[in-house]
């Protein structure tokens, strides 16, 4: 039996969901294959007979019952990767860094980039160095994203790069450690190690606490996993370490995974059971990072359903209130109840400083109940900006894709926030090439393109994933060429919407938030408006309007004013009037 194997079955077989004990238990298991006189994995026959013989002994000096109870009530904290206690056949320094340089790569979603952040403000605690310099490396981490098959595919071609860099590598140095982090940790699970041997780690979404240990492992020539996914793992009490720092925005995590199920669609199994972080840990760290030197502007709140929000950590709001949805929405689980929502959440957010721009992303359109919509229109700082993604215009696609709307209650959801939420700018998702769409279902997603006019989109061809669904029950029947050729037709039709809904902005005052050098030119600046949409301008000086007299100019992190005078379907131009403030900003539209 492989180690991992060995890990997994123990865990299916007790059942158990919470990580701390699991993983503990998962370190006993490991240790009955580092006392095996190789360093490299024996046969399959081997383990299970070793594992056999001495599983009464490892019993005896194993953890007893009170240990499992003492870890399943101990709070959040103790499960920190400050370990404080560790099992017996690792020492204590074996689990720090050593100064040990990782690099860290990420790929996919921005949820990717903070967990990459929160991976890597578990090692540094541990006594780690971070590189930026490939060469310099002593571990290297991938970050990954299993959505689409081409996503993988890269990670593959990326992970045969670096086996030429761990072959090249002079025995002088430490032996170089490669570590696969994420959803395709997740997804692959054992297949990764078997497939590529140079993989040293394997840390799912919900393992990162792990990494220590799991680096301390490798260290002694073995592969190390732990793909165990979590009810209750926020991360809550992790301080992500922004990896830059003079950037004007910030990521803050609220919640994690989901519960939708979407047929086409490998998250829930990626990345589990949908949980939110507590209220009062986010709003933490939103003040800390708000406080922080040197930031802050935009803060965005990020989960894979970021308005599905429910904090259940405080008894006293636990209460029998049933979940408000948007009108013609259903959920595919069980109604939930009680908990913090996430217009109190926006509301408590928005009132921390009210200079910054809040934003949140992705939201699903089944959580947009009028107390949402309504904060977001009286909220100066919270941004006028829904994306809200609909992935076909088609009611029997939807059916099929088990979304819980018809294309009427999507379009309905559409009207009522652009009449609650005057100058909302919208933007989508959609899959062309969906199991069993035909001809007219396409054409009802170029016509729910062309009636709703997005402001951005992103577009992708349906690339069937297995373990979901669809995989199991419907037929990935549209040939690759003309899923290709609908996706052409989705974004030409996306452009040409996109122009328009963007060229009513020319001759509007916009309040832009500067971002810095415009990368095409050097005497641009470049910024975004409210509705995230990018505005180039001339860099120019500008009277200050809470300086009367001063001439200033445009620095990253300011908000000023900008009269739009051309559009397009990505970017907005226009020239500079005055420097401003949120608050006492003037914007006409
Ligand atoms: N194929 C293509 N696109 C997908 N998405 C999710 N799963 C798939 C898949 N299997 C898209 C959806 C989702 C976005 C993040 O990725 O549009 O909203
Ligand atoms: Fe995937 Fe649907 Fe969940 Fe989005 S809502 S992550 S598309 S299952």
């Given at each position: ?186 997804r692959l699970k054992e ?144 109604a939930k109840q009680g ?108 016509s729910l393109l062309r ?139």
């Open positions: 039996m492989h180690p991992l194997q060995c890990v997994l079955q123990v865990q299916r077989s007790l059942g158990w969901g919470p990580l701390a004990s699991v993983s503990w238990l998962s370190l006993r298991m490991c240790r009955a294959h580092s006392s095996l006189s190789s360093t490299t994995c024996p046969s399959p026959e081997r383990q299970e007979d070793g594992a056999r013989k001495d599983f009464s002994s490892r019993l005896a000096t194993g953890p007893t019952f009170q240990h499992f109870l003492k870890s399943a009530s101990a709070p959040q904290e103790k499960l920190s990767s400050e370990v404080e206690d560790p099992p017996p056949y690792l020492m204590m320094d074996e689990l720090l860094g050593r100064e040990r340089k990782v690099y860290l790569e990420t790929y996919g979603c921005q949820m990717n980039v903070n967990d990459t952040e929160i991976a890597w403000s578990i090692l540094q605690k541990s006594g780690y160095l971070r590189t930026s310099n490939l060469q310099e490396a002593d571990v290297i981490l991938l970050v990954t994203c299993s959505i689409r098959e081409k996503a993988e595919q890269t990670i593959w071609n990326r992970l045969h790069q670096l086996k030429a860099l761990k072959t090249r590598r002079p025995r002088s140095r430490v032996p170089l450690r490669i570590g696969i982090l994420g959803c395709m940790a997740e297949e990764i190690l078997n497939r590529e041997k140079m993989v040293d780690v394997l840390a799912g979404p919900d393992a990162y606490r792990d990494l220590p240990r799991l680096l301390a492992v490798a260290e002694s020539g073995q592969q190390a996993a732990n793909v165990l996914l979590s009810l209750d793992e926020t991360y809550a009490d992790v301080m992500p370490v922004q990896t830059s720092p003079s950037a004007t925005s910030a990521f803050v995590s609220i919640m994690r995974g989901c519960d939708n199920m979407c047929s086409y669609c490998i998250v829930p199994f990626t990345r589990g059971r949908e949980r939110s972080r507590p209220v009062a840990s986010i709003l933490e760290e939103v003040k800390k990072l708000s406080d922080s030197p040197g930031f802050l502007a935009v803060m965005t709140l990020l989960g894979q359903n970021v308005n599905s929000f429910r904090d259940n950590s405080e008894v006293q709001f636990n209460n029998a209130v049933s979940t408000n949805l948007s009108r013609g929405f259903a959920t595919n689980y069980k908990g913090l929502r996430f217009a109190h959440l926006l509301d408590q957010v928005s009132r921390v400083d009210p200079e910054m721009r809040i934003r949140f992303t992705s939201p699903h359109p089944k959580d947009f109940p009028d107390e949402v919509l309504q904060l977001i229109h009286e909220r100066d700082n919270i941004c006028k900006q829904i994306h809200l993604p609909a992935q076909s215009g088609s009611s029997r696609v939807l059916e099929a894709m088990r979304r819980g709307y018809s294309r009427e209650a999507y379009v309905e959801l559409v009207h009522h926030i652009k009449e609650s939420i005057p100058g909302v700018s919208l933007s989508s998702d959609f899959i062309a090439g969906f199991c069993g769409e035909t001809e007219e279902d396409h054409v009802q997603t170029v009636e709703v006019q997005y402001n951005m989109g992103f577009l992708f061809a349906y690339s069937m994933r297995q373990k979901t669904r669809a995989y199991h029950r419907l037929k990935d029947d549209v040939p690759e060429e003309v899923k290709l050729r609908r996706l052409e037709e989705l974004i030409t039709v996306f452009r040409e919407e996109a122009t328009k809904a963007n060229q009513m902005s020319v001759g509007c005052t916009q309040l832009v938030l500067v971002e810095g050098l415009s990368k095409r030119s050097a005497t641009d600046l470049c910024g975004r408006n409210d509705g995230n949409l990018k505005v180039i301008f001339p860099d120019a000086d500008m009277e200050d309007v809470n300086n009367p007299g001063l001439r200033v100019r445009a620095q990253p992190g300011d908000y000023v004013l900008v009269k739009i005078t051309s559009a397009s379907s990505q970017t907005l131009r226009g020239h500079v009037l005055c420097r401003t403030t949120l608050k006492d900003s003037s914007a006409n539209c």
